[in-house]
């Protein structure tokens, strides 16, 4: 079958994305790490588990919640641990599945990283974009996860709550 | 200054394209290590050589267009060198400089691997996308491009040019 290749503008729009794709991460990391840190998927953890009922999920709950492999996730919470952010402890409803807690500390970090991180996706992301182009990302972002994550593991009602990293500090500070 | 936080509108474009950027890269890689036996950035390397003039290129502009560390790429290039693809010699225009130049066997591994690429970019993005998405994601990552790639490294023309998957088979067929 003859190859379809991309059109010239489709072209422009997948160079592009793919040069997004490659450099975001560092631009969230390096802030995070600058000012509080932590990496982008530490802080995404911490945020995650912040929203929770007693601030407690499971970990493979956890784990495609960030779409992390449980193994990439358990080393990453052994660490937060040894810095006393977050514990874990069976799960009491399962004795063979382990929770994960935020503790006080890990509260109080995501409540100080928060404004500081939101400001920088506001600066690098969000204040480039008019109210049009938001709601246009929102259709594309959208289009695409329904095909490279057709199982809605990150786009469940859920993680689009908790993963608000305005709406985490929002409520830390109505809650604190 | 008190902080600005996201929207409900903004919160969810936010979201939806970091779990985007979260995902996009295994998603590309997995495709190409299973039929091409390469990572994402290895091809990406490749493709990028391949539309050169004597699909050559010095060390440090291979790495600004691939938005990489010097150390990352040398490495990278190195794992290529050794399985035939690339090869490496002192720049005769300046001796501290270090030329990469795709082998023969390298440029097929471009030729053979562009189709099935193509094929996966479509099914996983573009086709998820009509025209005017196309259009607008253009736009939209152009403008986040200007923040977060404010010296325009990876939007230089050449890059452009240069990272059109499609566009380098197209060649490849022209030209082979």
Chains 1, 2 share one sequence.
């Not at 956890?62 to 937060?80: F, K």
């Not at 807690?101 to 509260?107: H, K, V």
């Not at 690098?124 to 809605?152: C, F, N, S």
Request: charged share 30%; glycine share 4%; hydrophobic share 40%.
């Amino acid at each position: 079958m003859a190859t379809r290749w991309l059109t010239d503008d489709e072209r422009v729009a997948w160079v592009r994305l793919a040069a997004v794709v490659e450099l975001l991460p560092n631009v969230l990391d390096s802030q995070l790490r600058r000012d509080a840190d932590l990496s982008h998927f530490e802080y995404f953890v911490l945020a995650m588990l912040s929203e929770e009922p007693e601030r407690t999920l499971r970990m493979t709950s956890l784990a495609s919640r960030t779409s992390a492999t449980l193994p990439r996730l358990s080393h990453v919470v052994r660490r937060l641990e040894d810095r006393g952010l977050v514990r874990r402890f069976p799960c009491p409803e399962d004795g063979r599945a382990t929770n994960a807690q935020l503790t006080e500390a890990g509260w109080q970090k995501v409540r100080d990283s928060a404004p500081g991180h939101v400001a920088h996706v506001r600066s690098q992301v969000i204040d480039a974009l008019d109210a049009d182009q938001v709601r246009q990302l929102t259709d594309i972002t959208e289009a695409i996860l329904g095909r490279i994550d057709p199982d809605g593991v990150v786009m469940a009602p859920q993680r689009n709550r908790t993963a608000t990293d305005g709406d985490d500090a929002r409520h830390a500070q109505r809650n604190g």
